[in-house]
């Protein structure tokens, strides 16, 4: 069995501002991905980044990067530069045979 | 090229009746995914095929729940006397392959199913 949690139910950001938005997992398997997805009002999942367990380096896409610290078993996503469109639902997602996801924290970028 | 689409885009039933729901994945995608969300949580992971076949239907809930995926591009996914609990967005996604490294996902914009 594998897990996600995401502790954050909601984050405010200052605009143009940096956040980090947590998330912790828990699997037996040695081989897994992590993914991050976000969710605006709209309701589609947009995929954001992705990291491989075996993956040295942490994984970086633009504004989005992943703080990956398997030790701790925890994979951040760090927004920076936020945007008034980033507000929106994130989920963080763990994928071993199949996806498990998280319950999600919500951002609102502020003016 | 066309994302994944999902019809219809709201379904509105009584309980006890019979619903099918559509998803038409990326063109080439060998994989795809059903999810159900209900409100405030996050996506709950029912089945998914790679190919024609079920490759793990270990989160279909009961057996009211079932996908057919018979040419490996459409599937529907169908539920047999609905109950107001299943009551939900459910959502499609599909992948180039499986494989971690291949298994970014594409998803739908969902059906929301309302039971009465």
């Known amino acids: 069995a594998q897990k996600i949690t995401q502790t954050q139910p909601g984050m405010f950001v200052q605009e143009k501002e940096a956040v980090t938005l947590d998330c912790t997992y828990d699997t037996s398997d040695p081989s897994y991905g992590l993914f991050w997805y976000k969710q605006p009002s709209s309701g589609e999942m947009i995929f954001l980044i992705y990291?491989?367990?075996?993956?040295?380096q942490n994984a970086t896409e633009g504004r989005y990067s992943l703080n990956f610290q398997k030790a701790r078993k925890s994979a951040n996503l760090v927004i920076s530069a936020s945007q008034l469109g980033d507000s929106a639902m994130y989920f963080c997602d763990i994928e071993t045979q199949t996806p498990t996801f998280g319950t999600g924290t919500s951002l609102t970028v502020i003016p | 090229g066309a994302g994944v689409s999902q019809t219809p885009s709201n379904k509105v039933t009584e309980k006890g009746k019979y619903v099918e729901l559509r998803c038409d994945p990326i063109?080439?995608?060998?994989?795809l995914y059903w999810y159900r969300q209900s409100l405030g949580q996050g996506p709950e992971f029912l089945i998914y095929f790679q190919g024609t076949g079920a490759a793990d239907d270990s989160g279909l809930p009961n057996d009211r729940f079932f996908a057919v995926r018979p040419e490996g591009s459409v599937s529907t996914l169908k539920i047999q006397r609905t109950e107001r609990g299943d009551s939900a967005v459910y959502l499609c996604?599909?992948?180039?392959?499986?494989?971690?490294?291949?298994?970014?996902?594409?998803f739908g914009p969902g059906t929301r199913l309302t039971v009465l």
């Open positions: 996604a599909s992948s180039l392959e499986t494989g971690l490294a291949g298994a970014t996902q594409y």
């Open positions: 990291q491989g367990s075996y993956d040295q």
């Open positions: 063109s080439g995608h060998t994989a």
